[in-house]
């Protein structure tokens, strides 16, 4: 089955930044879409950004809009989530998930991504 592969989580202070990575070179083709989720224990997985791979759409959380941003490098087949002035609240697991059809207006849930990632932890200290 086709891997996601993220990277690049870690502790940080707030107001610091960090940069994950997610590999995902069997979906840069076609029309699909890549996203970036979080969740924290007992509480529900929660969209962050998506990326549409066939012509880079970009889709992100009203809240975290202006602080996250979300690339794709289609050289190296991998999918970025930027992310700055960081929070204790944006600490959480974040997963990286693919699915192989446009991100659209329902970007943000999470049944219609089929394969996921790992998962990385991104803590933020006050």
């Known amino acids: 089955q086709a891997q996601l592969v993220e990277s690049g989580g870690g502790s940080v202070q707030a107001g610091g930044s960090l940069r994950l990575s997610c590999s995902a070179s069997?979906?840069?083709?076609?029309?699909?879409?890549l996203g970036w989720f979080r969740q924290n224990p007992g509480k529900e997985r929660e969209g962050v950004a998506a990326?549409?791979?066939?012509?880079?759409?970009?889709y992100y959380d009203d809240s975290l809009k202006g602080r996250f941003s979300i690339s794709r490098d289609n050289a190296k087949k991998a999918v970025y989530l930027q992310m700055n002035s960081l929070k204790p609240e944006d600490s959480a697991m974040y997963y990286c998930?693919?699915?192989?059809?446009?991100?659209?207006?329902?970007?943000?849930?999470?049944?219609?991504?089929?394969?996921w990632g790992q998962g990385t932890q991104v803590t933020v200290s006050s």
């Open positions: 998930a693919a699915r192989r059809t446009s991100c659209g207006g329902i970007w943000s849930l999470s049944s219609p991504y089929t394969v």
């Open positions: 069997t979906y840069f083709n076609g029309d699909n879409c």
């Open positions: 990326i549409n791979i066939g012509g880079g759409r970009t």
